[in-house]
Protein backbone atom coordinates (compact mmCIF):
# COMPACT_ATOMS: atom_id res chain seq x y z
CA UNK A 1 0.00 0.00 0.00
CA UNK A 2 1.56 3.52 -0.77
CA UNK A 3 2.71 5.07 1.88
CA UNK A 4 0.76 8.29 4.61
CA UNK A 5 2.34 11.24 4.64
CA UNK A 6 1.80 10.87 8.58
CA UNK A 7 3.67 7.62 8.45
CA UNK A 8 6.93 8.48 6.28
CA UNK A 9 9.35 10.80 6.11
CA UNK A 10 9.40 12.64 3.23
CA UNK A 11 12.92 14.14 2.09
CA UNK A 12 12.21 16.64 -0.89
CA UNK A 13 15.20 16.69 -3.02
CA UNK A 14 16.45 13.52 -1.37
CA UNK A 15 18.50 15.75 0.89
CA UNK A 16 20.22 12.97 2.91
CA UNK A 17 18.73 9.86 2.16
CA UNK A 18 21.51 7.38 1.18
CA UNK A 19 21.56 5.91 -2.25
CA UNK A 20 24.49 3.84 -2.23
CA UNK A 21 27.49 2.62 -0.75
CA UNK A 22 30.46 3.91 -2.74
CA UNK A 23 34.44 3.48 -1.95
CA UNK A 24 35.29 6.56 -5.03
CA UNK A 25 34.86 9.65 -3.78
CA UNK A 26 34.34 11.08 -0.17
CA UNK A 27 33.14 14.83 0.61
CA UNK A 28 32.90 16.49 4.60
CA UNK A 29 30.47 19.66 3.45
CA UNK A 30 30.88 21.11 6.86
CA UNK A 31 34.32 21.55 6.65
CA UNK A 32 35.32 21.76 2.69
CA UNK A 33 36.83 18.64 2.16
CA UNK A 34 37.30 16.57 -0.92
CA UNK A 35 38.78 13.47 -1.72
CA UNK A 36 38.91 10.76 -4.43
CA UNK A 37 39.92 7.55 -3.23
CA UNK A 38 41.22 8.81 0.26
CA UNK A 39 43.67 11.36 -1.81
CA UNK A 40 42.56 14.95 -1.15
CA UNK A 41 41.56 17.31 -4.11
CA UNK A 42 44.69 19.73 -3.20
CA UNK A 43 46.95 17.21 -3.52
CA UNK A 44 45.26 15.76 -7.20
CA UNK A 45 45.21 19.58 -8.27
CA UNK A 46 49.17 19.70 -7.75
CA UNK A 47 50.35 16.65 -9.00
CA UNK A 48 47.93 14.90 -10.98
CA UNK A 49 46.25 14.96 -14.70
CA UNK A 50 43.05 13.96 -15.91
CA UNK A 51 43.74 10.43 -17.03
CA UNK A 52 45.51 9.05 -14.41
CA UNK A 53 42.13 10.66 -12.09
CA UNK A 54 39.91 9.11 -14.44
CA UNK A 55 42.45 5.28 -14.04
CA UNK A 56 42.36 6.48 -10.34
CA UNK A 57 38.05 7.03 -10.44
CA UNK A 58 37.41 3.77 -12.71
CA UNK A 59 40.14 1.56 -11.25
CA UNK A 60 40.21 2.49 -7.78
CA UNK A 61 43.91 3.08 -7.14
CA UNK A 62 46.57 5.65 -8.62
CA UNK A 63 48.36 3.60 -12.21
CA UNK A 64 51.65 2.54 -12.20
CA UNK A 65 53.71 4.03 -14.80
CA UNK A 66 53.16 1.40 -17.16
CA UNK A 67 49.49 1.24 -16.36
CA UNK A 68 48.77 4.76 -16.80
CA UNK A 69 50.92 5.03 -20.51
CA UNK A 70 48.66 2.08 -20.94
CA UNK A 71 45.54 3.67 -20.37
CA UNK A 72 46.10 6.56 -21.87
CA UNK A 73 47.14 4.85 -24.95
CA UNK A 74 44.11 3.54 -25.11
CA UNK A 75 41.88 7.02 -24.75
CA UNK A 76 44.20 8.46 -27.59
CA UNK A 77 43.43 5.41 -29.73
CA UNK A 78 39.93 6.31 -29.20
CA UNK A 79 39.95 9.81 -29.49
CA UNK A 80 38.17 10.15 -33.37
CA UNK A 81 35.14 9.94 -34.01
CA UNK A 82 32.97 7.09 -36.06
CA UNK A 83 32.22 8.74 -39.56
CA UNK A 84 28.79 8.10 -38.93
CA UNK A 85 28.70 10.84 -36.21
CA UNK A 86 30.50 12.91 -37.87
CA UNK A 87 28.69 13.15 -40.83
CA UNK A 88 25.36 13.29 -38.40
CA UNK A 89 26.87 16.23 -36.72
CA UNK A 90 26.89 17.63 -40.07
CA UNK A 91 23.40 17.88 -39.98
CA UNK A 92 23.09 19.47 -36.77
CA UNK A 93 21.67 23.38 -36.85
CA UNK A 94 24.63 25.32 -35.49
CA UNK A 95 22.45 27.01 -33.25
CA UNK A 96 22.13 24.18 -31.41
CA UNK A 97 22.90 24.03 -28.33
CA UNK A 98 26.21 22.61 -27.41
CA UNK A 99 25.04 20.31 -24.44
CA UNK A 100 22.27 19.32 -26.75
CA UNK A 101 24.22 18.50 -28.74
CA UNK A 102 26.71 16.23 -26.38
CA UNK A 103 23.33 14.64 -25.21
CA UNK A 104 22.61 13.23 -28.74
CA UNK A 105 26.23 12.29 -29.96
CA UNK A 106 26.40 10.39 -26.83
CA UNK A 107 23.12 8.93 -27.98
CA UNK A 108 24.01 8.36 -31.60
CA UNK A 109 27.80 6.44 -30.13
CA UNK A 110 25.13 3.68 -28.70
CA UNK A 111 23.65 2.93 -32.05
CA UNK A 112 27.14 2.74 -33.60
CA UNK A 113 28.93 0.31 -31.21
CA UNK A 114 29.78 -2.79 -32.66
CA UNK A 115 28.11 -5.29 -29.94
CA UNK A 116 25.34 -3.38 -28.25
CA UNK A 117 23.76 -6.48 -26.38
CA UNK A 118 26.95 -7.18 -25.00
CA UNK A 119 26.71 -5.97 -21.25
CA UNK A 120 29.93 -7.98 -20.33
CA UNK A 121 32.41 -6.04 -18.03
CA UNK A 122 35.48 -5.97 -20.71
CA UNK A 123 33.19 -4.53 -23.18
CA UNK A 124 31.83 -2.02 -20.82
CA UNK A 125 35.52 -1.36 -19.70
CA UNK A 126 36.18 -0.50 -23.52
CA UNK A 127 32.93 1.57 -23.74
CA UNK A 128 34.31 3.55 -21.02
CA UNK A 129 37.49 4.15 -22.62
CA UNK A 130 36.01 5.58 -25.68
CA UNK A 131 33.68 7.74 -24.22
CA UNK A 132 36.03 9.17 -22.31
CA UNK A 133 38.26 9.77 -25.13
CA UNK A 134 35.33 11.31 -27.40
CA UNK A 135 33.73 13.51 -25.18
CA UNK A 136 36.12 16.48 -25.91
CA UNK A 137 36.48 15.12 -29.89
CA UNK A 138 32.96 15.72 -29.88
CA UNK A 139 32.55 19.31 -28.10
CA UNK A 140 35.44 20.80 -30.40
CA UNK A 141 34.20 19.20 -33.30
CA UNK A 142 30.91 20.82 -33.03
CA UNK A 143 32.23 24.07 -32.22
CA UNK A 144 34.26 24.22 -35.27
CA UNK A 145 31.26 23.14 -37.47
CA UNK A 146 29.15 25.71 -36.04
CA UNK A 147 31.80 28.55 -37.54
CA UNK A 148 31.67 26.44 -40.99
CA UNK A 149 34.89 24.69 -40.24
CA UNK A 150 36.14 21.55 -40.36
CA UNK A 151 37.09 19.35 -37.28
CA UNK A 152 40.38 19.02 -35.95
CA UNK A 153 41.80 15.35 -36.02
CA UNK A 154 43.27 14.85 -32.39
CA UNK A 155 47.05 14.86 -32.37
CA UNK A 156 48.45 11.66 -30.56
CA UNK A 157 51.41 13.69 -28.99
CA UNK A 158 49.34 15.57 -26.54
CA UNK A 159 47.56 14.96 -23.70
CA UNK A 160 43.85 14.41 -22.88
CA UNK A 161 43.22 18.28 -22.13
CA UNK A 162 46.06 19.94 -24.35
CA UNK A 163 44.34 17.85 -27.09
CA UNK A 164 41.13 19.12 -26.55
CA UNK A 165 42.43 23.15 -26.77
CA UNK A 166 44.18 21.96 -29.40
CA UNK A 167 40.89 20.37 -31.10
CA UNK A 168 38.95 23.89 -30.50
CA UNK A 169 41.24 25.97 -31.38
CA UNK A 170 43.29 24.39 -34.38
CA UNK A 171 46.31 25.62 -32.09
CA UNK A 172 48.30 23.67 -29.29
CA UNK A 173 48.39 25.52 -26.09
CA UNK A 174 51.27 27.09 -24.37
CA UNK A 175 52.12 24.50 -20.81
CA UNK A 176 50.70 26.52 -18.61
CA UNK A 177 47.29 26.97 -20.83
CA UNK A 178 47.40 23.29 -20.88
CA UNK A 179 48.14 22.73 -17.38
CA UNK A 180 45.12 25.23 -16.39
CA UNK A 181 42.62 22.86 -18.46
CA UNK A 182 43.77 19.69 -17.17
CA UNK A 183 43.70 20.79 -13.52
CA UNK A 184 39.96 22.20 -13.99
CA UNK A 185 39.26 18.71 -15.47
CA UNK A 186 40.57 17.13 -12.29
CA UNK A 187 38.57 19.13 -10.02
CA UNK A 188 35.40 18.15 -12.15
CA UNK A 189 36.22 14.66 -12.68
CA UNK A 190 33.78 13.15 -9.31
CA UNK A 191 31.72 14.67 -6.79
CA UNK A 192 29.75 11.98 -4.74
CA UNK A 193 26.48 11.76 -5.39
CA UNK A 194 25.28 14.41 -7.13
CA UNK A 195 22.56 14.69 -9.49
CA UNK A 196 23.81 13.69 -12.76
CA UNK A 197 25.80 10.74 -11.06
CA UNK A 198 22.48 10.01 -9.10
CA UNK A 199 20.67 9.68 -12.54
CA UNK A 200 23.30 7.88 -14.16
CA UNK A 201 22.82 5.49 -11.67
CA UNK A 202 19.22 5.35 -12.13
CA UNK A 203 19.06 4.82 -16.09
CA UNK A 204 22.09 2.24 -15.26
CA UNK A 205 20.04 0.10 -12.43
CA UNK A 206 17.82 -0.99 -15.27
CA UNK A 207 20.53 -2.63 -16.64
CA UNK A 208 19.55 -0.39 -20.07
CA UNK A 209 23.26 0.43 -21.08
CA UNK A 210 26.34 2.80 -20.92
CA UNK A 211 25.55 4.94 -23.57
CA UNK A 212 21.86 5.44 -22.00
CA UNK A 213 23.11 6.09 -18.62
CA UNK A 214 25.82 8.52 -19.61
CA UNK A 215 23.24 10.33 -22.10
CA UNK A 216 21.48 10.68 -18.49
CA UNK A 217 24.19 12.35 -16.79
CA UNK A 218 24.92 15.14 -19.76
CA UNK A 219 20.79 15.86 -20.21
CA UNK A 220 20.88 15.93 -16.23
CA UNK A 221 23.93 18.25 -16.05
CA UNK A 222 22.54 20.50 -18.20
CA UNK A 223 20.69 22.53 -15.99
CA UNK A 224 21.43 25.61 -14.17
CA UNK A 225 21.25 24.54 -11.12
CA UNK A 226 23.42 21.72 -11.61
CA UNK A 227 26.54 22.03 -14.42
CA UNK A 228 24.82 24.98 -16.23
CA UNK A 229 25.81 27.29 -13.80
CA UNK A 230 29.09 28.21 -14.81
CA UNK A 231 27.55 29.46 -17.67
CA UNK A 232 24.72 31.35 -16.17
CA UNK A 233 27.80 32.76 -13.58
CA UNK A 234 29.52 34.41 -16.99
CA UNK A 235 25.97 35.67 -17.38
CA UNK A 236 25.35 37.35 -14.19
CA UNK A 237 29.17 38.98 -14.60
CA UNK A 238 28.39 40.42 -18.01
CA UNK A 239 25.17 41.71 -16.47
CA UNK A 240 26.94 43.39 -13.45
CA UNK A 241 30.28 45.06 -15.56
CA UNK A 242 31.19 47.06 -13.16
CA UNK A 243 33.26 46.28 -9.52
CA UNK A 244 30.58 49.11 -8.16
CA UNK A 245 27.95 47.52 -9.26
CA UNK A 246 28.46 43.98 -7.69
CA UNK A 247 27.60 44.75 -3.77
CA UNK A 248 23.84 46.58 -5.14
CA UNK A 249 23.43 43.98 -7.83
CA UNK A 250 23.81 40.84 -4.76
CA UNK A 251 21.55 42.54 -2.65
CA UNK A 252 18.97 43.47 -4.08
CA UNK A 253 19.13 39.66 -5.89
CA UNK A 254 19.08 38.69 -2.03
CA UNK A 255 16.28 41.14 -1.43
CA UNK A 256 14.40 39.77 -3.90
CA UNK A 257 15.17 36.08 -3.28
CA UNK A 258 16.79 35.42 -6.59
CA UNK A 259 19.61 32.70 -6.26
CA UNK A 260 23.33 33.89 -6.94
CA UNK A 261 24.22 31.44 -9.42
CA UNK A 262 27.95 29.55 -8.53
CA UNK A 263 26.92 29.97 -4.85
CA UNK A 264 25.25 27.38 -2.43
CA UNK A 265 25.32 24.06 -2.18
CA UNK A 266 23.52 20.46 -0.72
CA UNK A 267 26.15 19.07 0.62
CA UNK A 268 28.85 22.26 1.01
CA UNK A 269 28.06 24.08 4.20
CA UNK A 270 32.00 25.42 4.06
CA UNK A 271 34.11 27.12 0.81
CA UNK A 272 33.86 24.31 -2.11
CA UNK A 273 37.31 23.07 -1.84
CA UNK A 274 37.53 23.27 -5.77
CA UNK A 275 36.47 26.70 -5.82
CA UNK A 276 39.58 27.79 -3.96
CA UNK A 277 41.66 26.51 -6.67
CA UNK A 278 39.52 27.42 -9.28
CA UNK A 279 39.77 31.01 -7.38
CA UNK A 280 43.87 31.23 -7.42
CA UNK A 281 44.21 30.23 -11.26
CA UNK A 282 41.32 32.79 -12.15
CA UNK A 283 43.72 35.46 -10.29
CA UNK A 284 46.85 34.19 -12.03
CA UNK A 285 44.95 34.05 -15.41
CA UNK A 286 43.27 37.36 -14.96
CA UNK A 287 46.92 38.70 -13.81
CA UNK A 288 48.50 37.12 -17.26
CA UNK A 289 46.03 38.43 -19.42
CA UNK A 290 45.88 42.35 -17.81
CA UNK A 291 42.15 42.30 -17.39
CA UNK A 292 41.22 41.97 -13.87
CA UNK A 293 37.49 43.33 -14.01
CA UNK A 294 35.46 39.40 -14.38
CA UNK A 295 37.96 38.84 -10.87
CA UNK A 296 37.56 41.59 -9.09
CA UNK A 297 33.42 41.65 -9.91
CA UNK A 298 33.77 38.00 -8.42
CA UNK A 299 35.76 38.46 -5.14
CA UNK A 300 33.17 41.38 -4.33
CA UNK A 301 30.47 39.27 -5.23
CA UNK A 302 32.33 36.69 -2.80
CA UNK A 303 32.96 39.45 -0.17
CA UNK A 304 29.11 40.32 -0.10
CA UNK A 305 27.36 36.90 -0.29
CA UNK A 306 29.57 35.78 3.13
CA UNK A 307 28.73 38.67 4.47
CA UNK A 308 25.20 38.45 4.18
CA UNK A 309 24.04 34.82 3.61
CA UNK A 310 27.61 32.69 4.78
CA UNK A 311 26.43 32.21 8.13
CA UNK A 312 23.66 29.99 6.22
CA UNK A 313 26.29 28.21 4.64
CA UNK A 314 26.41 29.27 1.48
CA UNK A 315 30.03 30.19 0.06
CA UNK A 316 31.40 29.90 -3.44
CA UNK A 317 31.08 26.58 -5.35
CA UNK A 318 32.78 24.51 -8.22
CA UNK A 319 30.89 26.64 -10.89
CA UNK A 320 31.98 30.47 -9.49
CA UNK A 321 35.41 30.90 -10.47
CA UNK A 322 35.49 28.11 -13.65
CA UNK A 323 33.73 30.56 -15.74
CA UNK A 324 36.52 33.52 -15.25
CA UNK A 325 39.08 30.65 -15.93
CA UNK A 326 37.77 29.40 -18.77
CA UNK A 327 36.80 33.18 -20.23
CA UNK A 328 40.60 33.96 -19.88
CA UNK A 329 41.21 30.34 -21.70
CA UNK A 330 39.21 32.18 -24.50
CA UNK A 331 36.55 29.38 -24.66
CA UNK A 332 33.60 30.49 -25.75
CA UNK A 333 30.28 30.54 -22.74
CA UNK A 334 28.50 27.91 -24.10
CA UNK A 335 31.15 25.62 -23.89
CA UNK A 336 31.25 25.85 -20.20
CA UNK A 337 29.07 23.28 -19.64
CA UNK A 338 30.37 20.64 -21.93
CA UNK A 339 33.47 21.15 -20.45
CA UNK A 340 32.23 20.30 -16.70
CA UNK A 341 30.73 16.98 -18.60
CA UNK A 342 34.10 15.98 -20.81
CA UNK A 343 35.76 15.66 -17.14
CA UNK A 344 32.65 14.37 -15.17
CA UNK A 345 32.29 11.55 -17.82
CA UNK A 346 34.57 9.59 -15.95
CA UNK A 347 33.35 9.92 -12.64
CA UNK A 348 29.67 8.76 -13.96
CA UNK A 349 31.55 5.86 -15.73
CA UNK A 350 33.37 4.67 -12.52
CA UNK A 351 30.02 5.19 -10.43
CA UNK A 352 27.91 3.19 -12.73
CA UNK A 353 30.18 0.00 -13.09
CA UNK A 354 30.43 0.87 -9.35
CA UNK A 355 26.61 0.36 -8.50
CA UNK A 356 26.75 -2.46 -11.33
CA UNK A 357 28.95 -4.89 -9.09
CA UNK A 358 25.64 -5.07 -6.67
CA UNK A 359 22.72 -4.02 -8.72
CA UNK A 360 19.31 -3.06 -7.28
CA UNK A 361 17.16 -0.86 -9.91
CA UNK A 362 16.32 2.24 -8.42
CA UNK A 363 12.06 2.71 -7.17
CA UNK A 364 11.76 4.75 -4.60
CA UNK A 365 8.08 5.93 -3.37
CA UNK A 366 5.81 9.27 -3.74
CA UNK A 367 3.12 10.27 -1.64
CA UNK A 368 -0.09 10.50 -3.03
CA UNK A 369 -1.88 14.02 -2.77
CA UNK A 370 -5.13 13.02 -5.28
CA UNK A 371 -8.61 11.32 -4.79
CA UNK A 372 -8.41 7.99 -3.11
CA UNK A 373 -11.66 7.02 -5.06
CA UNK A 374 -13.26 9.20 -8.01
CA UNK A 375 -15.84 7.81 -10.12
CA UNK A 376 -14.88 7.58 -13.85
CA UNK A 377 -17.78 10.57 -15.70
CA UNK A 378 -18.04 9.63 -19.39
CA UNK A 379 -16.93 12.80 -21.31
CA UNK A 380 -20.29 13.98 -22.27
CA UNK A 381 -21.40 14.98 -18.67
CA UNK A 382 -18.02 16.34 -17.58
C1 LIG B 1 27.07 21.81 -8.89
O1 LIG B 1 25.70 18.18 -5.85
C2 LIG B 1 26.89 18.37 -6.34
O2 LIG B 1 27.86 17.82 -5.90
C3 LIG B 1 26.94 19.32 -7.52
C4 LIG B 1 28.34 19.79 -7.99
C5 LIG B 1 29.11 18.66 -8.63
O3 LIG B 1 30.34 18.75 -8.68
O4 LIG B 1 28.48 17.72 -9.16
O5 LIG B 1 29.08 20.34 -6.92
C6 LIG B 1 28.20 20.86 -9.11
O6 LIG B 1 25.99 21.52 -9.32
C7 LIG B 1 27.31 23.08 -8.10
C8 LIG B 1 26.07 23.89 -7.84
C9 LIG B 1 25.76 24.80 -9.01
N1 LIG B 1 24.48 25.53 -8.86
C10 LIG B 1 24.42 26.82 -8.56
O7 LIG B 1 25.43 27.50 -8.33
C11 LIG B 1 23.03 27.43 -8.57
C12 LIG B 1 22.81 28.32 -7.38
N2 LIG B 1 22.76 27.50 -6.18
C13 LIG B 1 21.58 26.95 -5.76
O8 LIG B 1 20.38 27.10 -6.43
C14 LIG B 1 21.58 25.93 -4.64
O9 LIG B 1 22.49 26.34 -3.66
C15 LIG B 1 21.82 24.47 -5.05
C16 LIG B 1 20.91 24.02 -6.17
C17 LIG B 1 23.28 24.26 -5.48
C18 LIG B 1 21.55 23.58 -3.82
O10 LIG B 1 20.18 23.60 -3.54
P1 LIG B 1 19.51 23.07 -2.19
O11 LIG B 1 20.39 22.17 -1.46
O12 LIG B 1 18.15 22.56 -2.58
O13 LIG B 1 19.36 24.41 -1.34
P2 LIG B 1 18.16 25.42 -1.32
O14 LIG B 1 17.89 25.92 -2.68
O15 LIG B 1 17.00 24.76 -0.62
O16 LIG B 1 18.74 26.60 -0.45
C19 LIG B 1 18.85 26.55 0.98
C20 LIG B 1 18.91 27.98 1.48
C21 LIG B 1 17.71 28.81 1.01
O17 LIG B 1 17.52 29.83 1.98
P3 LIG B 1 16.34 29.67 3.06
O18 LIG B 1 15.06 29.59 2.27
O19 LIG B 1 16.63 28.46 3.87
O20 LIG B 1 16.42 30.98 3.87
O21 LIG B 1 20.04 28.67 0.96
C22 LIG B 1 19.62 29.75 0.11
C23 LIG B 1 18.19 29.43 -0.26
O22 LIG B 1 17.49 30.57 -0.62
N3 LIG B 1 20.49 29.70 -1.08
C24 LIG B 1 20.89 30.75 -1.80
C25 LIG B 1 21.69 30.21 -2.83
N4 LIG B 1 21.74 28.90 -2.69
C26 LIG B 1 21.01 28.59 -1.62
N5 LIG B 1 20.64 32.05 -1.69
C27 LIG B 1 21.20 32.86 -2.63
N6 LIG B 1 21.98 32.40 -3.64
C28 LIG B 1 22.23 31.11 -3.75
N7 LIG B 1 22.99 30.65 -4.74
Wanted: glycine fraction near 6%; proline fraction near 6%.
Amino acid sequence: MAPDEAEVTFAKGLEDVIVAKSRITYIDGEIGKLVYLGIPIEEMAKHSTFEETAYLLGHGALPTRQQLDEYSRTLVANRALPDTLLNMMKLFPPTALPMDVLRTAVSALGMLDPNPKDSSKEQNQLRSARLIAQFPTIVAAFARMRQGLEPVAPRADLGHAANFLYMLFGQAPDEFTARVMDVALVLHADHEMNASTFASLVTGSTLSDMYSAITTGVGTLKGPLHGGANEAVVAMLQEIGTVENAEPYVLNALKTKKKIMGFGHRVYHAYDPRARIFKEYARELSQRKNDMTWFQIGEKIEEVMIREVGRKGIFPNVDFYSGIVYHHLGIPTDLYTPIFAIARVAGWIAHVMEYWEDNRIFRPASIYTGPKEAPYVPIEKR
